[in-house]
């Protein structure tokens, strides 16, 4: 089992940046492929950003690639996600998961472990 929490969400003015933290906890996150997907009211939740369990491979939105970086650091047991350029559009709660083998790196449905969330707002 792993436990997730996210931090790190708040309000900026578009054009600005914000840092998102995912702390686990119960066991290392090393052995778990690690999400970051957010929800905007009304919406489903989508895909947003994904990193292997040893940082050799990301995958990005295309919403949100050029702005948007994900990183992990295996030995602090955290998942960042760095937003820069953020616009209105972003604005979300956004969510830290983790899979130990999900079948698909982008499908909600296929990670087991997730955090509460933590809310994002870009005004314009």
């Known amino acids: 089992q792993v436990q997730l929490v996210e931090s790190g969400g708040g309000l900026v003015q578009a054009g600005g940046s914000l840092r998102l933290s995912c702390a686990a906890s119960?066991?290392?996150?090393?052995?778990?492929?690690m999400g970051w997907f957010r929800q905007a009211p009304g919406k489903e939740r989508e895909f947003v950003a994904t990193i292997s369990r040893s940082s050799s491979v990301t995958r990005l939105a295309g919403s949100v690639k050029g702005r948007f970086t994900i990183s992990r650091d295996n030995a602090k047991k955290s998942v960042y996600l760095q937003m820069n350029s953020l616009k209105p559009e972003d604005t979300a709660v956004y969510y830290c998961?983790?899979?130990?083998?999900?079948?698909?790196?982008?499908?909600?449905?296929?990670?087991?472990?997730w955090g509460q969330g933590t809310q994002v707002t870009v005004s314009s």
């Open positions: 119960g066991r290392t996150i090393s052995s778990y492929v």
């Open positions: 998961a983790a899979d130990q083998a999900p079948n698909s790196y982008s499908d909600t449905d296929d990670y087991d472990y």
